[in-house]
């Protein structure tokens, strides 16, 4: 008899997250499996086109039951409706949990905003016995403060209460960055948590973008997400002084996002040459981005909980085997140094990100040779989707072994 796994998770296809690509798998090895999400919305905060924001629907996707509720439209640019989109998929959820929790053998929740998500699992596993696992994509409550709550002890002692209780009722924790943790620990002193890091969706197998063609000149890229987390605006002015000294470079923003426009405004107002915008472009679009790139530049702020993270654009960085300009601290500078696969700057320092993109058109040609050859061996000790998917579905299947 199949294995029956019901996935939440608040963003699934056609959103473009990694949850698609293990759902997919674990349909082709035969497990029964359904997800329980909201109508996709994500990042524009509008419905995709081709869906509607019912109440409830139900679709098939290659193999894949999914079911899909009402969600809040409009969170991009107002904090109030994305804190109401956040508690709607709870409480839905949580009902809707009530009525099919029954029916599975295994629960797996892939959390990649609040905690909170996990609340229907917590109801199915206390009601029904089903136990559950966790993939843990943003740390709590670490992220909350990132966000801009103010640690107050009325807000860290609810936040506290609330996580350790969704924490403590997980059978299986898995962590895609392993400085996630040191941070969840305290909540959960002696359970075992295993590091199952993200691996790269957009592949040099993929075939698409064809023909696509930056420039002729030094291009750097950023691909991804444009928010207030990414840091944008230092690696936009630090590019500006760089272009003034060496216009034979480019910098390339491939993605949309809550902070596109005001950086556009920034470009424009301050006359910073050599930055591109080129808007958000399709995943299967993305390896013919990649390929005409010669550096990417992957960047967060320096702020408590953010340095954690591993953005899953890394790992695609690392796949089609490109140097890395790191302008960041936490993981992802340690391992780039570790692993020699580029250069970093501080984020908070326009001047030593001059200096890096500088650095870059120096090394252009054999010079860079080195760190591309440590981009293909990280990606495979550490980011094989294969030994991943190997290892995460064991855990859901098995449970976590001593």
């Not at 000294?245 to 923003?253: F, S, T």
Request: hydrophobic share 40%; proline share 5%.
């Amino acid at each position: 008899m199949a294995i029956k796994v019901l996935i939440i998770t608040d963003r699934f296809y056609p959103e473009e997250f990694i949850i698609n690509d293990l759902a997919c798998e674990w349909a082709a090895k035969g497990f029964s499996v359904d997800v329980l999400t909201q109508a996709p919305s994500y990042p524009f905060g509008k419905i995709f086109p081709g869906y509607s924001n019912r109440l409830f629907s139900r679709e098939t996707w290659k193999g894949v039951n999914i079911s899909r509720f009402f969600t809040v439209t409009g969170y991009r640019e107002s904090l109030f409706l994305k804190l109401l989109c956040y508690f709607n998929f709870a409480f839905v959820s949580s009902i809707i949990a009530l009525f099919i929790g029954r029916r599975y053998d295994r629960v797996f929740v892939y959390q990649t905003g609040p905690v909170t998500q996990a609340l229907p699992a917590v109801l199915i596993r206390k009601i029904y016995g089903k136990p559950f696992t966790m993939w843990v994509q943003d740390v709590w409550p670490d992220m909350a403060y990132a966000y801009g709550f103010k640690k107050t002890w009325l807000m860290k002692t609810f936040l506290d209460k609330l996580v350790g209780f969704i924490y403590r009722n997980i059978d299986n924790i898995a962590v895609s960055c392993a400085g996630f943790a040191k941070s969840i620990e305290p909540y959960v002193t002696g359970k075992i948590m295993q590091h199952f890091p993200n691996w790269p969706t957009v592949t040099p197998e993929q075939t698409g973008g064809a023909g696509v063609k930056l420039s002729d000149k030094f291009n750097f890229t950023f691909a991804g997400n444009i928010g207030k987390f990414q840091n944008l605006e230092n690696v936009i002015r630090g590019f500006g002084l760089a272009f003034a000294e060496n216009p034979d470079i480019q910098l390339n923003i491939v993605g949309d996002g809550s902070d596109r426009d005001r950086l556009k405004k920034i470009v424009f107002r301050y006359a910073i040459g050599g930055v591109v915008f080129w808007g958000r472009k399709k995943q299967e679009e993305m390896p013919g981005y990649f390929r005409a790139s010669d550096v990417m530049v992957i960047s967060l702020c320096d702020q408590p909980g953010v340095g954690l993270t591993v953005p899953a654009k890394f790992q695609a960085y690392l796949a089609f085997a490109k140097p890395v300009f790191c302008v960041m601290n936490g993981e992802v500078k340690r391992v780039v140094e570790e692993y020699n696969t580029g250069l970093c700057a501080p984020p908070d320092s326009p001047e030593h990100i001059k200096a890096g993109f500088l650095k870059f058109y120096s090394l252009k040609g054999s010079g860079l040779e080195t760190f591309s050859a440590n981009s293909r061996l990280l990606l495979e000790n550490i980011y094989n989707r294969e030994k991943i998917i190997e290892g995460i579905t064991g855990v859901v299947v098995r449970g976590l072994e001593d």
